[in-house]
């Protein structure tokens, strides 16, 4: 009985890891098509930066990209790239 609760409880998490792991490539290969400028939904030109937040000195940035074109809006956590070891940021 613990066996086939185990087998399922691991059968559940590998799931889990593996859906994670194609969610992010596609969020990975959407963030670049929006580099390009190109919408992955339309994939028409016209895509533009709409919001963009940021938690401070060298946190993750938060981005905003929403398609001229189509309802196609997305969201996207990157890094800052600013350091606060000259207690500036920038």
Not at 26 to 50: F, T, Y
Not at 58 to 64: A, D, S, V
Request: charged residues 15%; hydrophobic residues 35%.
């Amino acid at each position: 009985m613990n066996f086939y609760l185990l087998f399922f409880l691991l059968l559940v998490i590998v799931g889990l890891v593996i859906s994670y792991i194609f969610f992010m490539r596609e969020k990975r290969s959407n963030l670049k098509a929006i580099e390009q400028g190109i919408c992955p939904k339309c994939h028409q030109e016209g895509m533009e930066l709409v919001d963009q937040r940021s938690t401070g000195c060298g946190g993750p940035k938060m981005l905003t990209f929403e398609c001229q074109h189509c309802d196609y809006i997305n969201t996207f956590h990157v890094n800052g790239g600013a350091s606060c070891s000259s207690g500036r940021c920038g």
